[in-house]
């Protein structure tokens, strides 16, 4: 079936970065794109991003912009997503979803990654 | 930017009864409209696309509508599994998408 598995909780402290990964499997990964969304504790979900498992073209929100990459490894069915210059408002659980046919409907997502940032 | 706006944000329903819970855009996004059911502790769940496509194996009892700005997620008959939280999503600006603030269905 169609899963998506994220690597584990993370613990970082202000100013340092954070690679959270996702592996997909059960089915043919260069066809669909990765979005990435966050939530942070009680709040509804915020979109960070795309990639095109395909082209690696990818489009950032511009809240994050410039201190966000997210990349795929076709090799290993594995999107990654890397979060630089953390502060205390990006801890968060992080999901990667599959973007059905790139439209913007996430029919399948992770089980999350929670990242917190704290001195 | 677009706003999605839900309502109520919490919804108290007994068991059995229908559930109709709305999301309104700040501008119209046409039928290019999702929901979501998030239980405490999973990722959220796919439940409807195109504003009124059920998603695969998901429960006759869900239904979507509307399009422009107005749109309605009901469901008939409450389920224990049901209560949750439901949030609204448009994907008119893909890549781009922006979720509403979610109404917590909550057992009366």
């Known amino acids: 079936q169609v899963q998506l598995v994220q690597s584990g909780a993370e613990m970082k402290k202000p100013g340092a970065s954070v690679k959270v990964s996702c592996k997909a499997s059960?089915?043919?990964?260069?066809?669909?794109?990765i979005a990435w969304v966050r939530q942070a504790p009680g709040q509804g979900p915020e979109w960070m991003g795309w990639i095109s498992s395909h082209t690696h073209n990818t489009s950032y929100a511009q809240k994050i912009q410039g201190r966000v990459t997210m990349t795929t490894d076709t090799s290993t069915n594995t999107a990654y997503l890397e979060l630089r210059s953390l502060r205390s408002d990006d801890t968060a659980v992080y999901y990667c979803a599959r973007d059905l046919y790139d439209t913007g409907i996430l029919d399948t997502w992770g089980q999350g990654t929670l990242v917190t940032v704290s001195s | 930017e677009m706003v999605m706006t839900q309502s109520p944000v919490t919804l108290s329903v007994s068991p059995g009864e229908r559930a109709t819970l709305s999301c309104r855009a700040s501008e119209s996004v046409n039928t290019n409209l999702a929901w979501y059911q998030q239980k405490p502790g999973q990722a959220p769940r796919l439940l409807i696309h195109s504003a009124s496509t059920r998603a695969n194996g998901v429960p006759a009892r869900f239904s979507g509508s509307g399009s422009g700005t107005e749109f309605t997620l009901t469901i008939s008959s409450l389920q224990s599994e049901d209560f949750a939280v439901y949030y609204c999503?448009?994907?008119?600006?893909?890549?781009?998408?922006?979720f509403g603030g979610g109404t917590k269905v909550e057992i009366k």
């Open positions: 999503q448009h994907y008119k600006n893909w890549p781009a998408l922006s």
């Open positions: 059960g089915y043919i990964f260069v066809t669909y794109g």
